[in-house]
């Protein structure tokens, strides 16, 4: 992961190095405590994590998973 930041409307935007495009962790999801954990974690232990997507072309983050 290369970065996380606060977005204008609550929602956090994550970056990952091997893309070049921009992911959102809505604030409205349920599990957003959590998932945001998992990112943070990820990005302070320079560990890989899995992300689901809410489908192919969105940019959405559904959820957080170890490798």
Do not use: C, K
């Not at 930041?5 to 994550?14: K, N």
């Not at 921009?22 to 599990?31: A, C, E, G, Q, V």
């Not at 232990?45 to 072309?57: E, I, K, Q, W």
């Amino acid at each position: 992961m290369a970065n996380l930041r606060d977005s204008a409307d609550g929602d956090v935007v994550v970056t990952f190095l091997d893309s070049a495009r921009f992911y959102r962790l809505s604030r409205t999801h349920p599990r957003f405590d959590e998932l945001l954990t998992a990112l943070r974690t990820s990005l302070a232990d320079a560990r890989a994590v899995r992300v689901r997507l809410a489908g192919p072309t969105s940019d959405v983050i559904e959820d957080v998973q170890p490798p």
